[in-house]
């Protein structure tokens, strides 16, 4: 349900612009509000969690997430649909930590490797479906109430979510530090993030200001990171257990999540502007021609877990030379076959193809950095992870979109041609993460 609604969201947005007379700055908030609120909240939703009981943070959260979902669906205006999707942000940052935890939890070795393979199924899954049911309910219910249904099927999942949490979920259990949740390490931690994200999700084109804000996002983390190490050796527990950052295996399958969420998310937000703005495809026949990458990445997912803890960092080395190849493919592509309808056709196969790598890399590089993270540490570490991933996300977009923006001015052509070269250098970069954690594994098994 969340991540069909970072997604799903896209191809309403025209209906969205008709419907309640928005503005491009309003659209723009629509979707991008929702990651600001969804990144802001991640790692002290994650600590709450550990502390006070996943399944009470799991429910909060689909409870936040279907209660806005209302608001959305009967928004009068695009000032409380923005409202609405800031809020739906906070229960999305709530829900996900909350899942890493417990698949931390109720999951040891080869079965964590088989669940964390299962979530990334699901995500591949969500990631195919959001854009074409989105589509689908435009068709069917028209394009002036069919916006409206795209957050009003969250409703009726959000119940059964609540009620199948309660059935299978293990009740909730307080550590010794439920009540000592670092508020200081919170609201630090916050505004770097708030810092950070402001200027990427609000236009990203890094201007004086941004990148002030930039800098002053990066010199709040350094306080935080101060502050987390007083706040530790007073005997406090802090929001962010630092030590995690001792594990090699922690520290770098971060810096690899940020590095490729960075490069791939990327893809979608320039092919679905140059399938509907320059080939002229439907929001449905736009969804349609990204399915193979979800479908692909879907398929490798599911495999990928029963063999990533034998695999080991390969099998992300791997998965990210195929993102490689299907993105040159795709690059080819639009080469060759240019501004033609059958364009999506001729994509569909190098997409596959990075659909599969991609696939490789998600959960196994979450199953690789959390292997090592304590139990009881399971929510703030995966908060963290995911933190790295929707600041590598926002990251990519905003470089991406400028120079697809900028590339437009000239032709259509070269606006898609500049984003896929951004994406493959930004997957090159954490190509090279991957093999350098790769190296250093086997020089450290080597040694001893």
Same mark, same amino acid.
């Given at each position: 349900?969340?991540?069909?609604?970072?997604? !799903?969201?896209?191809?309403?947005?025209?209906?969205?612009? %008709?419907?309640?007379?928005?503005?491009?700055?309003?659209?723009?908030? %629509?979707?991008?509000?929702?990651?600001?609120?969804?990144?802001?909240?991640?790692?002290?939703?994650?600590?709450?969690?550990?502390?006070?009981?996943?399944?009470?943070?799991?429910?909060?959260?689909?409870?936040?997430?279907?209660?806005?979902?209302?608001?959305?669906?009967?928004?009068?205006?695009?000032?409380?649909?923005?409202?609405?999707?800031?809020?739906?942000?906070?229960?999305?940052?709530?829900?996900?930590?909350?899942?890493?935890?417990?698949?931390?939890?109720?999951?040891?070795?080869?079965?964590?490797?088989?669940?964390?393979?299962?979530?990334?199924?699901?995500?591949?899954?969500?990631?195919? &479906?959001?854009?074409?049911?989105?589509?689908?309910?435009?068709?069917?219910?028209?394009?002036?109430?069919?916006?409206?249904?795209?957050?009003?099927?969250?409703?009726?999942?959000?119940?059964?979510?609540?009620?199948?949490?309660?059935?299978?979920?293990?009740?909730?259990?307080?550590?010794?530090?439920?009540?000592?949740?670092?508020?200081?390490?919170?609201?630090?931690?916050?505004?770097?993030?708030?810092?950070?994200?402001? =200027?990427?999700?609000?236009?990203?084109?890094?201007?004086?200001?941004?990148?002030?804000?930039?800098? @002053?996002?990066?010199?709040?983390?350094?306080?935080?990171?101060? +502050?987390?190490?007083?706040?530790?050796? *007073?005997? *406090? @527990?802090?929001?962010?257990?630092?030590?995690?950052?001792?594990? *090699?295996?922690?520290? @770098?399958?971060? &810096?690899?999540?940020?590095?490729?969420?960075?490069?791939?998310?990327?893809?979608?937000?320039?092919?679905?502007?140059?399938?509907?703005?320059?080939?002229?495809?439907?929001?449905? &026949?736009?969804?349609?021609?990204?399915?193979?990458?979800? !479908? /692909?990445?879907?398929?490798?997912? +599911?495999? $990928?877990?029963?063999?990533?803890?034998?695999?080991?960092?390969?099998?992300?080395?791997?998965?990210?030379?195929?993102?490689?190849?299907?993105?040159?493919? #795709?690059?080819?592509?639009?080469?060759?076959?240019? %501004?033609? =309808?059958?364009? /999506?056709?001729?994509?569909?196969? =190098?997409?596959?193809?990075?659909?599969?790598?991609?696939?490789?890399?998600? $959960?196994?590089?979450?199953?690789? #950095?959390?292997?090592?993270?304590?139990?009881?540490?399971?929510?703030?570490?995966?908060?963290?992870?995911?933190?790295?991933?929707?600041?590598?996300?926002?990251?990519? !977009?905003?470089?991406?979109? @400028?120079?697809?923006?900028?590339?437009?001015?000239?032709?259509?052509?070269?606006?898609?041609?500049? /984003?896929?070269?951004?994406?493959?250098?930004?997957?090159?970069?954490?190509?090279?993460?991957?093999?350098?954690?790769?190296?250093?594994?086997?020089?450290?098994? $080597?040694?001893?």
């Amino acid at each position: 349900m969340s991540l069909l609604n970072v997604s !799903i969201v896209n191809v309403a947005l025209p209906s969205i612009r %008709i419907g309640l007379d928005a503005s491009e700055a309003e659209l723009q908030w %629509i979707v991008s509000g929702y990651a600001l609120s969804f990144g802001l909240v991640l790692v002290a939703a994650g600590r709450l969690g550990d502390a006070r009981g996943r399944r009470t943070m799991f429910v909060l959260g689909v409870v936040l997430f279907a209660g806005s979902s209302i608001l959305a669906g009967f928004a009068p205006n695009a000032s409380v649909l923005v409202v609405a999707r800031l809020i739906q942000g906070v229960g999305s940052g709530f829900i996900n930590p909350q899942i890493s935890g417990l698949i931390q939890e109720l999951f040891r070795g080869a079965e964590r490797g088989r669940a964390f393979g299962s979530l990334g199924a699901v995500i591949g899954i969500s990631t195919a &479906i959001g854009p074409v049911l989105g589509g689908v309910i435009i068709a069917l219910v028209g394009p002036e109430a069919g916006w409206r249904w795209i957050f009003l099927v969250n409703i009726p999942v959000g119940v059964l979510a609540i009620v199948m949490s309660y059935r299978y979920l293990p009740r909730p259990h307080q550590d010794r530090n439920a009540h000592d949740l670092d508020p200081v390490g919170v609201v630090v931690l916050g505004a770097s993030v708030l810092a950070i994200l402001w =200027p990427l999700v609000n236009g990203g084109t890094f201007a004086a200001v941004e990148l002030l804000w930039l800098v @002053a996002g990066v010199v709040l983390l350094w306080i935080f990171v101060r +502050w987390e190490r007083i706040y530790q050796a *007073r005997g *406090r @527990a802090p929001m962010v257990d630092l030590s995690l950052f001792r594990l *090699r295996s922690y520290t @770098a399958g971060t &810096i690899l999540a940020f590095t490729y969420f960075s490069g791939f998310t990327g893809i979608f937000f320039i092919l679905t502007l140059f399938f509907q703005n320059s080939v002229h495809y439907s929001a449905l &026949i736009a969804g349609l021609g990204l399915t193979s990458f979800a !479908i /692909g990445s879907t398929l490798s997912s +599911w495999l $990928s877990g029963r063999y990533v803890l034998r695999a080991g960092r390969k099998m992300v080395v791997w998965g990210l030379v195929l993102v490689m190849i299907g993105l040159a493919g #795709t690059q080819a592509a639009v080469f060759f076959v240019g %501004i033609n =309808p059958s364009i /999506g056709w001729w994509m569909a196969t =190098p997409l596959f193809i990075a659909g599969i790598g991609s696939g490789l890399v998600i $959960s196994p590089n979450q199953t690789l #950095t959390l292997v090592e993270v304590p139990v009881e540490r399971g929510g703030s570490a995966g908060g963290v992870l995911q933190t790295a991933q929707r600041m590598g996300t926002a990251l990519g !977009i905003a470089i991406v979109g @400028a120079l697809y923006f900028a590339g437009s001015h000239s032709d259509p052509i070269t606006a898609v041609t500049n /984003g896929l070269w951004a994406t493959l250098g930004l997957t090159a970069v954490s190509l090279g993460v991957g093999v350098v954690d790769l190296i250093w594994g086997r020089s450290a098994r $080597s040694s001893s």
